[in-house]
């Protein structure tokens, strides 16, 4: 390799590590490249973004590696077992279990995606306003937040979704509105430290109001605890969409899901164990995937874990 092309190389790394940062862009990237240095050193956190990458990498290109939609029924060839034509086999409809766990990807990342758009938003909004308000407004909502984290996430869900109705927006809906109240909780923890630090205080001083305080300072500096909590919670999100589809009020036939697959094919457990058991493995290794995924982050961007920086 010759030197013009080390030299950009060498002279990005230069700019990444460099002492002294010229403006705001630069120690931002200072600060996700040393957080990616020290993130690669642990083989089970890269393990996870391996496995959560290859999900949103199958989920992508899900009609190239697919051989069809995952619906599309053979009953000359219902309950098959593995083999070269269908690598895990058909289900009981004669449908290629294969497609359908590589079309259920894009359902797991779409319950994922908007639960954390939705539950982020309303965790970090409520915890920081809690905490920087203080008095009433922090009584009224934490008691708010208490009566949601009484209940079991699965039974609230349950509740929920026998108002809404079963469908698989009317599921995630179900979820998110169970799963915000630990990240409200969090928020309005992180923020009761923050709210009497040196630079809130100066802000105060000069002139800025609450709300500038609120979600220009304390917001942002809550946003990468929550981001940790959210990711290790992945695996609690995917398992309640999963149970919501095993008890036929998450996503409805004949939308490939994995809790449905495995609530359709328990009957053949026995003699066609692949048929419920492929979905559960689906199932068990993406929630481990975010689980590392997240012990990972939290080493990076939690300065208090040990393995910190």
Known sequence: MSDASIKPNRGLTA?????????????????????????????IAMLGLFIVSFLC???????????????????????????????????????????????GSRVTLYIIFLVSI??????LIIGTASGLFGGIVDKVLMRITDIFLAFPRLILALA????????????????ALTTWSPYARLARA?????????????????????ARVLFAHIMPMCLSSTIVRLTLDMAGIILTAAGLGFLGLGAQPPLAEWGAMIATGRDFLLDQWWVPTIPGIAILVVSLGFNLLGDGLRDVLDPRSSGGH
């Open 160 to 175: 929920f979704v026998a108002v809404l109705g079963p469908g698989l927006e009317n599921a995630v809906l179900a979820i």
């Open 118 to 123: 939705i539950v982020m938003p309303i965790g």
């Open 190 to 210: 992180e923020t009761l430290t923050l709210r009497s630090s040196e630079y809130i205080m100066a802000a105060e001083i000069m002139g800025a109001s609450k």
């Open 15 to 43: 700019w990444l590590l460099a002492d002294f940062p010229q403006n705001a862009f630069q120690a931002r990237c200072q600060r996700a490249y040393i957080g990616w240095l020290s993130f690669k050193t642990n083989p």
């Open 57 to 103: 990498f199958v989920a992508l290109f899900a009609p190239l590696i697919a051989s069809g939609d995952g619906t599309t029924q053979d009953l000359a060839n219902r309950l098959a077992a593995p083999s070269a034509e269908h690598w895990f086999g058909t289900d009981e409809l004669g449908r290629d279990v294969f497609d359908r766990i590589v079309w």
